[in-house]
T-cell receptor, first 112, second 111 residues
């Protein structure tokens, strides 16, 4: 049973560029959430997708956008990258109605 | 909105001993769950234990148990017989519609 997978593992971008991160949920899960984890801090909720629509959003600017595909996989897009966007980006999947989320290994984004 | 406070940034414990990690939270939700997650240096977030807020009985998973005080909004994690593999960051996370994480406690288990 495949768990949550994320790609790429690491990524280095320059300020002002755009980036796309990808996530495949755990088998049987239909809901994907994205989190940003700055170094030494707890994860911060970005948004959650279900049925290809954004259900909830945390306190993140519109530069952060996402998408969910019919196979439940998801993408996180960040435009106009800032140095402060450097972080570990975690994807978590769950089954709608369940509070329990399973996390992927994360993508480490470095903005220079 | 939910807020979560983990007041112990770092803790250490000797192998085989018991340690308790503290967490307090504030929420306006009526129906919610509480979780403890572990994040080892490999950075994979791993679910340690869950507690349904409507249940009075404290959850237990092998060496891990919680002390849930709903009125006080307190949710501490006790690790018994600590093992070297327990070395990690531990995050408390109450949830309604989304997980809200505390700042974490870095636990070091010493041989």
């Amino acid at each position: 049973d495949a768990g949550v997978t994320q790609s790429p593992t690491h990524l280095i971008k320059t300020r002002g560029q755009q980036v796309t991160l990808r996530c495949s949920p755990k088998s049987g899960h239909d809901t994907v959430s994205w989190y940003q984890q700055a170094l030494g801090q707890g994860p911060q909720f970005i948004f959650q997708y279900y049925e290809e629509e954004e259900r909830q959003r945390g306190n993140f600017p519109d530069r952060f956008s996402g998408h969910q595909f019919p196979n439940y996989s998801s993408e996180l897009n960040v435009n106009a990258l800032l140095l402060g966007d450097s972080a570990l980006y975690l994807c978590a999947s769950s089954l709608v109605g369940s509070y329990e989320q399973y996390f992927g290994p994360g993508t480490r984004l470095t903005v220079t | 909105a939910q807020t979560v406070t983990q007041s112990q940034p770092e803790m250490s414990v000797q192998e085989a001993e018991t340690v308790t990690l503290s967490c307090t939270y504030d929420t306006s939700e009526n129906n919610y769950y509480l979780f403890w997650y572990k994040q080892p240096p490999s950075r994979q977030m791993i679910l340690v234990i869950r507690q349904e807020a409507y249940k009075q009985q404290n959850a237990t998973e092998n060496r891990f148990s919680v002390n849930f005080q709903k009125a006080a909004k307190s949710f501490s994690l006790k690790i018994s017989d600590s093992q070297l593999g327990d070395t990690a960051m531990y995050f408390c996370a109450p949830t309604g519609n989304m997980l809200t994480f505390g700042g974490g406690t870095r636990l070091m288990v010493k041989p």
